[in-house]
């Protein structure tokens, strides 16, 4: 059974950061895709980044440069470090894994290229 837990979210001020956490247990995919995405109020669930088990990450257009995603194997942890935050990107930051053998970041970003979610962590960001 395929667990996953965000941690991390909190209220931050227009230009902080924040480090968001998602454990994850029981996936056996090969190859995954392990990304984060968010829904903020009143739209619809988007993708926001994530890595693959090759390695290649992947960024919606809107967080280049400011958001970085990682995952220590080791811990079996996803991490997507969030900076120079804007209002904007106010949600509730979910992360996900699938199977995945796509080279696409549209359809890595996709979320409903995902069956296993974690219930979600929420940032504000005020300005």
């Known amino acids: 059974q395929v667990q996953l837990m965000e941690s991390g979210g909190t209220s931050v001020q227009a230009g902080g950061s924040l480090r968001l956490s998602c454990a994850a247990s029981?996936?056996?995919?090969?190859?995954?895709?392990m990304g984060w995405f968010r829904r903020a109020p009143g739209k619809e669930r988007e993708g926001v980044a994530g890595?693959?088990?090759?390695?290649?990450?992947y960024y919606a257009d809107s967080v280049k440069g400011r958001f970085t995603v990682s995952i220590d194997k080791a811990k079996n942890t996803l991490y997507l470090q969030m900076n120079n935050l804007k209002p904007e990107d106010t949600g509730t930051y979910y992360c996900?894994?699938?199977?995945?053998?796509?080279?696409?970041?549209?359809?890595?970003?996709?979320?409903?290229?995902?069956?296993?979610w974690g219930q979600g962590t929420q940032v504000t960001v005020s300005s």
């Open positions: 029981g996936y056996t995919y090969t190859p995954y895709c």
């Open positions: 996900a894994v699938d199977l995945c053998y796509s080279d696409y970041d549209d359809l890595r970003l996709t979320p409903s290229n995902y069956n296993d």
């Open positions: 890595i693959g088990s090759d390695g290649k990450t």
